[in-house]
């Protein structure tokens, strides 16, 4: 073969740094744009949040200070031949004299001691209301408990191995594993933690748990239900809970009450103290503490038309140093390696800058081109939501399906119908009877379904074929096993356990 060289002209679209940290910064949810903004003014010296509090400030200052009118020479003199009666009462407290008192921490009497540093007080997280935990509620038991250091020392253990729901999930072989207590030890600790507070609490499945419950009430008051001989001598919730909770599940009670050689009225009353007992006995203790998510972006109707606004607040405002401008401007940046270390952050601060107003142009973009495709559901709720997917807003837009993608992703929106993700509003769509050309959003669907399920008769529970014949005479074509697909989702029973005797 023969070697020669060839000139070649070729083109190629190549990601720069800045317009991968473009796309970055778009597809950041909120919270994690404000650490990325906050770790650009740390690593970027040319960078300066702008404090909006300290603009004002400045500018009220400069009012202030053209308003002042110079106090002429008669007017002093007439102050100074004036009584204290005439001048008024003097200051006793200037300004800094009453923040010092106040910021004090002197008793009366006790004027010796000097006033104490705000950095003494505790901070705000301690002095925050913490709720009791699960291991602590049944720690602080064991401490008062009658067990020895050494029964103390495996029952925390114990305790320490609990779940949320206050079950035992791991055998005690592993618990005292690597231990020098045996299984019979935890055993009988074990037994004293299931007497603790919450009744139940020690479990290792749901039958043992339930069964503590009912040790706890006393069997002589549940035993009556099934008095007269053949009846398990009284303890038919005892034997539901042993070997039928399946099929109470299944909502099988004549296959019970069959087995336990009892009538289905008693197997009812049976089933109604059941499901009076926790089958959860950590459910109290477990933290329900509730995230605030702030919108992206609000929507809200002026003069007759939806408006998209962009929600600033709490994102820093940044902007090129001044005292970094002024002295690059005059040219006195020092070394050479100086300034071309200052120039390069002066390039990525302007980038930074200008990523975050396109960030912000986008996002408001696609949200409008959003509200345009759903205006009616704005206007009259979740059931006129209409089917979209991105290449409708791309296409309008003038934009790439990944990019809508890239917005849309953890941003959140405030309407009048609530906070709503932006993914939300993208959805598959199901063929109209009535307007073959027309479709009915699968959001929607599932809303219809769970009001046919709300407004159903609990002693005959409709059927997925029955809501589907309903969901027909609304102008929708759906299939059983779609009504199915999305009863699962929306987590609603079957119609054998949705049904109720009682």
Known sequence: MKLRLDLRLSQKLIMTPQLQQAIKLLQLSRLELQQSLAQHL???????EV?????????????EKAAEVPVSASQEQ????????????????SASGWEEYFGSDRRAGDSEYPASSQDEFPSYEQTMAKAT???EHLLWQLSLSGLSDRQKTLGRLIVGNLDDDGYLRISLAEVVAGTDFTEADAESVLKDIQTFDPTGVGARDLPECLLLQLGHLGRNPIGSLGSRPGALKGLVVEGIIRHHLKDLEKKQYAKVAKALNVTVEEIFQATKIIGELEPKPGRPFTNTQNYVIVPD??????????VVLLNDDGLPR???????KQLMASGQGGTAETKAYMDEKLRAAQWIIRSIEQRNKTIVKVVSSIVKFQEQFFEHGVQCLKPLVLKQVAEDIGMHESTI???TANKYMYCPQGMLELKFFFNAGLQRADQLSDMHSSVSVREMIRKLVAEEDVKRPLKDEEIAACLR????????RTVAKYRAEENIPSASQRKRFF
Do not use: C, H
């Not at 740390?42 to 300066?48: A, C, F, K």
């Not at 972006?297 to 939806?306: A, L, M, S, T």
């Open 405 to 407: 993608s890239r917005v």
């Open 318 to 324: 940044m902007r090129i140093s001044p005292y970094y």
């Open 473 to 480: 005479t609304q102008q929708v074509l759906i299939a059983r």
């Open 297 to 306: 972006v609000f929507v809200v109707k002026n003069e007759g038309e939806w």
């Open 78 to 93: 007439n102050e100074e031949g004036s009584t204290p009666e005439e001048r008024g009462a003097p200051e006793e407290f």
């Open 51 to 63: 404090q909006a509090e300290v603009e004002e400030a400045e500018a009220a200052t400069a009012e």
């Open 42 to 48: 740390i690593d970027n010296p040319l960078l300066d």
């Open 133 to 135: 935990s699960l291991e």
